[in-house]
Each structure stands twice: as structure tokens, then as C-alpha cells.
């Protein structure tokens, strides 16, 4: 069974920084692609960023603009979130994704963690 377990939300200040674990369970994932979204209060979810698990081809939305690097760990079948220079706006329940293909569509990823809330106050 695929579990992912997303950890490291929280409370900061903007202009901070903040560093969300997606740990992977269940399968080999040296052939998915893993994203990350996020999603607002009333608000829909959208697409943050995403990488390829092998190849390390990544994207990643146009807000971000050079302030969030997603990486991985394989050893520990983990991938990372590191988010810098945050905004209020980037206020959000982060999830973790994973898919077969590499995109920015939701609908494309097949498993999704519970979230994880990060909270940037002004």
C-alpha cells in the first residue's frame, strides 16, 4: 500500500523559510514523478512543483520564482520542499504527490499524502 506522509508546516514569519519532508512507503518510486500543491482556504488546489524521482528533471509554477527547490533523497525515499524567502500568500495545506507521469496536472498524480499546513504571517 502507497503512503505518503508530508511533515514540516508550520507557523513562520514572512521572509522565512521552511523545509516540508514527503516520506514514500509502499513501492519503488525510481520510475514516478513526485509533486508538490498546494491548496487555500477557498481557494482551489494548485500546482507548487514537481520532479522527476530519477532523472531530476523538475518544474515548477511561476509564483515561486526561484524561492522553492524540490529535491529527493533516495536513501530515505524521501522528497523535500525547501521553500525561502516565504510570503502570507504562500499560506497553504501543502500536499505531496506522486504519478507516473511528470506534470503540473493534478489529476495526473495517483497518490496523495493528508497535507501539511504552513502558515506565513505578515
Known amino acids: 500500500q502507497v503512503q505518503l506522509v508530508e511533515s514540516g508546516g508550520g507557523l513562520v514569519q514572512a521572509g522565512g523559510s521552511l523545509r516540508l519532508s514527503c516520506a514514500a512507503s509502499g513501492r519503488t518510486f525510481s520510475s514516478y514523478a513526485m509533486g508538490w500543491f498546494r491548496q487555500a482556504p477557498g481557494k482551489e488546489r494548485e500546482f507548487v512543483a514537481a520532479r522527476s524521482w530519477s532523472d531530476g528533471i523538475s518544474y515548477y509554477r511561476e509564483f515561486v520564482n526561484g524561492r522553492f527547490t524540490i529535491s529527493r533523497d533516495g536513501a530515505k525515499n524521501t522528497v523535500y520542499l525547501q521553500m525561502n524567502s516565504l510570503k502570507p500568500e504562500d499560506t497553504a495545506v501543502y500536499y505531496c504527490?506522486?504519478?507516473?507521469?511528470?506534470?503540473?496536472?493534478?489529476?495526473?498524480?495517483?497518490?496523495w499524502g493528508q497535507g501539511t499546513q504552513v502558515t506565513v504571517s505578515s
Open positions: 504527490a506522486a504519478g507516473i507521469h511528470l506534470s503540473r496536472l493534478a489529476s495526473e498524480y495517483d497518490y
